[in-house]
């Protein structure tokens, strides 16, 4: 354990910031595909940073790593992710870690706090090989088929075969210890537009959407571009392309206040310019806090597709391949984040849902947790262009900083 009380450090947070932003750099974001080398020299980064804390840390099995203490009293768990999206912003998952290096770092030295905050880096949570496959691991929600079956979605190889390749092969995996942790925090950019639209500092988030994902299969007839009239055509394509239009004009009649839905792939067969194409696939995915009105869209989505197949000349087939509950976050948590706003940033906050899934979502399964959101400039993120003004960070970083001070007070 450090011998010195460490002060908050504004300057500290956006150099440690930076520091990751200068490992797998791209334009002015970052590409760190998950087990990438510029990932694994993050993952490695933070290992070394985390005695600055007076904590000890390794990367588990499965790509986690989390930093323990052994000072007595409470524990706060805190965190985020170091991976990037393909080609992606600087702070989707390294303000989160940073957040919570930097607590730990002005907490645990500190003997008038009782307690400590221990940092977590969870592995994967951007879907490289699937979902949220870190803290599911911690939670003890990933089973060995799970790995088995996991592949690079850019790549297919094997999660197995990359883990032997990165080194991390006959690690075990970091369990939960159950009652060791009051709970856990974590922070992120908003990734919308809400606070920076409304001059607020602080997103207090209510709840982390679920995600329901779709595989809708269209199934016609192949045949020759030009010799097959118009009129007789089976084409899978365009029951696809009819399909998508049909959505956005009826859902909005069902849907919830914050319900989105998108289209993300769209694969063609065969996919060539002089032939129909047989058949057709396309990914859809639906997101809301609210299950009910999952359940609505679920209904409407598969009475559009009995409908078509009904008409003809193509059928069409819905099938779910991810089911994702959404996840409340703990009162007391938002009162905490709620009242360091009020103490450090004016009180300019305002509590919020998250629209994009998250780890704390997997870690409130067994604990309670929370989640606190800065400003997003122009709303954007997953991309290298993802950016939040410095004075924003830094508030945030302090209202991070001060919340876990109140949550470990109890």
């Not at 508030?395 to 991070?400: L, P, Y």
Request: proline share 5%; aromatic share 6%; with cysteine.
């Amino acid at each position: 354990m450090p011998n010195k009380t460490l002060p908050f450090d504004g300057a500290r947070v956006l150099a440690d910031l930076h520091a990751l932003r200068g490992i797998g750099t791209h334009k002015t974001g970052v590409h760190k595909p998950t087990f990438s080398e510029p990932h694994m020299r993050s993952l490695e980064w933070l290992v070394q940073r985390l005695p600055e804390a007076g904590l000890t840390a390794e990367i588990d099995g499965i790509g986690n790593v989390l930093g323990t203490s052994t000072k007595p009293g409470p524990k706060l768990l805190a965190g985020s992710h170091l991976e990037s999206q393909n080609y992606a912003g600087w702070l989707d998952g390294p303000l989160g870690v940073i957040y919570a290096l930097e607590a730990a770092r002005v907490i645990n030295p500190d003997p008038s706090i009782k307690g400590a905050v221990e940092v977590a880096s969870w592995c994967d949570e951007e879907g490289h090989f699937g979902n949220f496959l870190g803290s599911r691991s911690y939670v003890g929600a990933l089973t060995e088929a799970d790995v088995d079956a996991a592949r690079d979605r850019n790549s297919d190889r094997t999660m197995r075969e990359v883990l032997r390749e990165v080194g991390l092969a006959g690690r075990p995996r970091a369990s939960a210890e159950r009652g060791r942790h009051i709970g856990y925090l974590e922070a992120h950019i908003e990734q919308g537009q809400t606070l920076e639209g409304g001059a607020l500092n602080i997103g207090v988030v209510t709840s982390i959407v679920g995600i329901w994902q779709y595989r809708i299969t269209f199934t016609g007839e192949q045949n020759h571009a030009g010799a097959t009239r118009m009129a007789v055509r089976k084409d899978a394509g365009l029951a696809l392309a009819k399909f998508c239009v049909d959505i956005d004009e009826r859902f909005p009649k069902a849907c919830g206040q914050r319900t989105v839905w998108t289209t993300g792939s769209i694969r063609l067969d065969p996919g060539a310019p002089s032939i129909i194409p047989g058949s057709a696939e396309m990914l859809f995915q639906m997101r809301d806090d609210d299950p009910a009105v999952i359940d609505r869209l679920e209904d409407l989505l598969r009475s559009m597709a009995a409908d078509v197949s009904a008409r003809g000349p193509c059928t069409v087939a819905v099938e779910r391949i991810r089911t994702g509950a959404p996840a409340m976050m703990d009162a007391s948590f938002q009162q905490a984040i709620e009242a360091a706003s009020k103490a450090l940033a004016g009180g300019r906050s305002i509590r919020m849902p998250s629209a994009a899934g998250h780890d704390a979502q997997i870690l409130s399964t067994i604990m309670p947790s929370g989640m606190l959101f800065v400003p997003s400039i122009g709303g954007i993120s997953h991309h290298w262009t993802e950016n939040t003004e410095d004075a924003d960070i830094v508030t945030g970083a302090e209202v991070f900083v001060d919340a876990c001070r109140r949550l470990l007070a109890g």
